[in-house]
DNA sequence: ATCGTTTTAGCACGTTCATGCTATTAAGCC
DNA sequence: GGCTTAATAGCATGAACGTGCTAAAACGAT
């Protein structure tokens, strides 16, 4: 028998590697080439994992998202039965409501890593098919997370009545997208410490 | 004398010839080649405007900032004075005030293609520090204009009061970016109609 | 009509790219 | 210990790229 290599592995170590380039030098520099050097790989050997340059960007993309959403999902369901006990006070549920939202901000070297990458895949797959649905599918997720928070809120009987629910959650999304953006591209501008205070405030607004 | 073509003009139209391949496919596909087919010319005319490749994605960059920022400059000359004037009711206020900032919506086709090129250009910029300069400068101005807005309605009495307002500048110009982020990219899960609404509701939410 | 200069055209070169193939290497079962 | 097969390595090809450079064309003043 052969060789062992665990193939999940390698092909994480692989979009890894894409990452690393997206992050150091941007998506335009990203070539088969970049990625074995990165990687410490020969070409030939990635294209054993992956037939086309094309499906590395691809499975690079699900990866990340599947990251990404590995955490919500864990905060999620640490989150929802505590807020469901009704055992804390309005302020300490408004704090860990912060808590899962600002998982999407830049707040630390992985998350900041996570939102260069994404950004930059953001441009590339508005003209590329094969990852539009990948997007399309994400961000009707996280409008669906916006949704469930400000609902939550509201059952809990913590949130405004004065409010347009469907409109807040849009805000509440475009807001998020917006910090993100902008700490993440131009910390110098907005601090991803300050995003989480703008983000703090925002759902203090919309408190009774 | 030679044959007599405005330079300028030459230089825009080649300019412009670089946001359609952009917003056709993407910045990607951008080269000399793209760039010559586009604009009717043939590479070498193309090189005697521009010695290097880069030299006119920096122009076409230095376009863009200056039709928006003319734009966004003409707005701003026609409301100052309308709003100084005190002659409006707080309503008709808000609503030009929300005109003014909904300039950098893609609510028409010609907003909408200039948020595309910008978006693609932003993440370009950031591993391009000949780039990088030029979107500095414009999220700094563009941090400016929501303070001079919100600064407005405050002296004008039409403010809350209880508000930070440093945090709301913050908070606007994410919502903008976000709002613009969204309803560029996926405008099937935000229009920019809506999106007009979202940042018409929230200025709604901090008048007094 | 001729000349001088700007504009246009495009060839040639060296790089870099993705990819199709073919060897070589390494590891576990017989 | 040799066989089998996954894994690795790298060569060859053709396409696309930016750019240096030279030649042609177009046009207005003389």
Known sequence: MPKIVDPAQRREAIAD????????????????RAIAEEA?????????YFTTAEGIVRFALETL?????????????????QLDAGSLSGGAAKELTVDLLA?????????RQESVVWLAFEETARTDPALAD?????????RKLM?????????????????????EVDALA????????????HPEVLTPER??????????????
């Not at 998982?103 to 998350?111: K, M, Q, S, T, W």
């Open 17 to 32: 590697a894409l990452f690393a380039i997206v992050l150091k030098q941007g998506f335009a520099k990203v070539s088969l």
């Open 103 to 111: 998982e999407l901000l830049p707040l630390d070297e992985v998350r």
């Open 147 to 167: 949704a469930r928070t400000l609902e939550s809120m509201s059952h809990r009987g913590a949130l405004r009545v004065d409010l347009d629910l469907d409109l």
């Open 195 to 208: 995003a989480r205070e703008v983000l703090s405030a925002h759902l203090e607004q919309l408190r009774k």
């Open 174 to 185: 475009a807001l998020i997208d917006g910090l993100t953006l902008r700490s993440t591209l």
């Open 65 to 81: 998202v599947a990251r990404v959403s590995a955490r919500l999902e864990t905060r999620l369901a640490s989150l929802l039965p």
């Open 134 to 142: 990948v997007f399309e599918t994400s961000v009707r997720g996280s």
């Open 40 to 48: 410490g790989l020969a070409i030939g050997s990635i294209r054993h």
